[in-house]
């Protein structure tokens, strides 16, 4: 979606991988939970019934209509223990992290979806300005292009996170989030068809063990509010249609603030000075709150051709060392950066996704995916030359990191 996956916390949408206890999780809404079993479901929550109940007030939705749509849904305890927040003790670990994305089978998956797609991707990057490698990094990122799109009933799902969430200090604000969601994918559904038995099937499509859906994992709510239908068939079918998964990508990120011809974050100078100034700055939150002069007259990179005043943050990605203590990469994150963390509210997920689209937009063979990641990483450290053209080559400027990045 588009953006639950905000960490959950505002909008819901793609999510990347289960949280694991060696790598920073990408969100609860992950993609390759397709595989999971639905197993020992649960009753339906008694509070389920006045929730319907003021729905239908609420949507002039006919009670019976809801009533019958939501027999035998079940809760479902398996979703529970994948959404809990990590172990005390957890680290995160943004070089494994980062290898599950940028990695060979997701390369050549993603080379030949751009090459399969590639006009009416391009025409998407022109109308958006969103480059074009960026989208097809998102998708890749979210389900290798449609491989793991997740096997829970959306609607189970979102009934088990809205009515019975697992103790967590944020259950209630969680539960609320959920909740919101569940009545999105109803007036979602209801839009779409109102016959009984379209109904029950879309209310009961496949999800993520968080309830995203489709190719780019779009939670209900923003399939409502900001996907769009890029085949132009009449519907928004983000599970079958790539095109409406490819302009729904494009058409979010430009919602939420993309800059056409700005990289997603820069490189920060490879000396203990600037490492020093960056560990001072970096606060963990996805707000600009700095800006690039301010990062340039503390050191931090050289001169670059972005106006001064152009909204930056601190970007910190921490791994454990093997002497027990942490290294920690950090880049400055622009305007756009901080889009991709509106899609998911992780530096680890939004610094992936900058870096596969950067190995996507080297064409090379996915055999190549490590040395393409080295070979990005020193060529990186020239500026980039921003240019107005979105072909697959021109686009990729627009990525890239222009001073030093990470």
């Known amino acids: 979606m588009i953006s639950l996956c905000l960490g959950l916390t505002g909008l819901i949408s793609g999510c990347s991988t289960l949280p694991s206890t060696s790598v920073e999780p990408a969100s609860p809404i992950g993609n390759t939970t397709s595989n999971v079993e639905l197993m020992d479901d649960e009753k339906t929550p008694d509070s389920l019934a006045p929730f319907l109940e003021k729905v239908s007030k609420d949507h002039q939705i006919p009670l019976g209509s809801l009533q019958k749509a939501f027999e035998g849904t079940k809760t479902i305890p398996s979703i529970k223990k994948l959404v809990m927040p990590p172990p005390p003790g957890f680290q995160k670990n943004w070089k494994v992290y980062r290898s599950r994305f940028v990695e060979p089978r ?3 998956a993603g080379q030949k979806f751009w090459k399969e797609h590639r006009a009416f991707i391009e025409k998407t990057a022109r109308e958006t300005g969103v480059p074009a490698e960026i989208i097809v990094s998102i998708i890749g990122v979210e389900t290798i292009y449609g491989r793991h799109m997740g096997n829970f009933s959306v609607k189970d799902t979102l009934t088990t996170l809205g009515f019975d969430y697992p103790q967590t200090p944020n259950k209630a604000a969680r539960e609320t989030l959920f909740k919101n969601q569940l009545e999105d994918l109803i007036l979602l559904c209801w839009s779409e068809d109102k016959k009984e038995r379209a109904f029950q099937n879309c209310l009961n499509q496949k999800g993520s063990y968080a309830g995203a859906i489709g190719l780019p994992q779009f939670m209900p709510g923003s399939i409502r509010r900001f996907a769009t239908d890029g085949n132009r068939d009449g519907k928004i079918d983000l599970r079958n249609s790539p095109e409406d998964a490819i302009a729904s990508v494009g058409q979010f990120l430009k919602m939420h603030g993309w800059v056409k011809d700005e990289p997603v974050y820069l490189e920060i100078q490879d000396n203990s000075k600037a490492l020093s100034v960056a560990q001072s700055l970096a606060d963990g939150e ?6 690039l002069g301010q990062l340039i007259n503390q050191g931090l990179l050289k ?8 909204p930056s943050l601190i970007v910190d990605l921490p791994s454990p060392n093997a002497s027990g203590g942490t290294d920690v990469q950090y880049v400055i ?4 950066f901080l889009a991709i963390c509106d899609y998911n509210r992780s530096f680890f997920y939004a610094q992936s996704v900058a870096e596969f689209a950067e190995a996507l937009s080297g064409d090379q063979p996915a055999t190549l995916a490590k040395k393409s990641a080295s070979k990005n990483k020193a060529q990186s450290k020239q500026p980039a030359k921003k240019k107005n053209n979105a072909d697959s080559k021109s686009s990729k400027t627009a990525t890239k990191k222009t001073a030093n990045a990470n």
């Not at 996805?286 to 800006?291: D, E, G, R, W």
């Not at 994150?333 to 756009?336: D, T, V």
Request: proline share 10%; no cysteine.
């Open 286 to 291: 996805p707000k600009a709150k700095l800006q």
């Open 106 to 108: 997701r390369l050549a």
């Open 303 to 310: 001169d670059t051709d972005l106006p001064s005043n152009t």
């Open 333 to 336: 994150g622009l305007r756009n």
